[in-house]
């Protein structure tokens, strides 16, 4: 079973919707990290979390909010889904003084 | 902001070739973290690297953390098709709760068979 797992895999939206990307990880790690992928630009830092108490802004929050429901789950939300927020969306996790982060398999966003 | 160069943006090479890539910065990196992403899935850790000077490998990969501890070199001997992928190199800044993880474009990989 995969240690990071998100859903939905694959999602198709409109313009103005209100649209919820879950993670859940089974690796007892306290940080998670949400990431977007865009073509050409590598993994730009959205939102991070290191413990459920505690939510950091990264590079790019602007359009997005998070909630950290537990300490396996990690939620990414656009409320007001635009065309440019169109991606691949990851999620990871780390712990401890090496930080290694450990990814999910990703989630392909679509926003028409 | 802090930037990792990371070179060559992308690479096309025949099966069974040495490939070379590697990441440079103005600042001073405590880790260097080696990452490759196949299509369609997320990054998976190839090497981790800690100290200025290590050289570490993992079957045909060899990486080393550099001495100036400001650039990392990844190395992929006799290339094999499912080499094929993005490498990203990452490093961490800084240390304890105000550690930074700062990556770079990527690689692009295609081995011709």
């Known amino acids: 079973d995969a240690d990071v797992t998100q859903t939905p895999r694959n999602r198709i939206t409109k313009t103005g919707k209100r649209i919820m990307l879950e993670c859940s990880q089974t690796?007892?790690?306290?940080?998670m990290y949400w990431y977007r992928q865009d073509p050409g630009l590598g993994l730009r830092l959205i939102y991070y979390?290191?413990?459920?108490?505690?939510?950091n802004k990264g590079e790019i929050s602007d359009g997005y909010s998070v909630s950290r429901q537990a300490q396996a789950k990690f939620s990414l939300s656009l409320e007001s889904a635009i065309p440019n927020q169109t991606a691949l969306y990851f999620c990871?996790?780390?712990?401890?003084?090496?930080?290694?982060?450990?990814f999910g398999p990703g989630t392909r966003l679509t926003v028409l | 902001g802090q930037q990792l160069n990371q070179s060559p943006q992308s690479m096309f090479i025949q099966e069974g070739e040495d490939v070379s890539m590697n990441c440079t910065s103005s600042?001073?990196?405590?880790?260097w973290l080696w990452y490759k992403q196949d299509p369609g899935e997320g990054p998976v850790l190839l090497i981790a690297?800690?100290?200025a000077g290590e050289l570490t490998s993992n079957g045909r990969l060899t990486a080393q953390f550099g001495i100036t501890r400001k650039d990392s070199f990844l190395n992929i001997s006799a290339s094999i098709p499912s080499d094929v992928g993005i490498y990203f190199c990452?490093?961490?800044?800084?240390?304890?709760?105000?550690?930074?993880?700062?990556w770079g474009l990527g690689t692009s990989l295609a081995v011709n068979p």
């Open positions: 990871a996790t780390s712990e401890g003084a090496l930080d290694e982060q450990f």
């Open positions: 690796k007892g790690h306290d940080r």
């Open positions: 979390s290191f413990d459920v108490k505690d939510i």
């Open positions: 600042s001073i990196f405590n880790t």
């Open positions: 690297l800690y100290k």
């Open positions: 990452a490093g961490h800044l800084n240390a304890g709760n105000n550690r930074k993880l700062i």
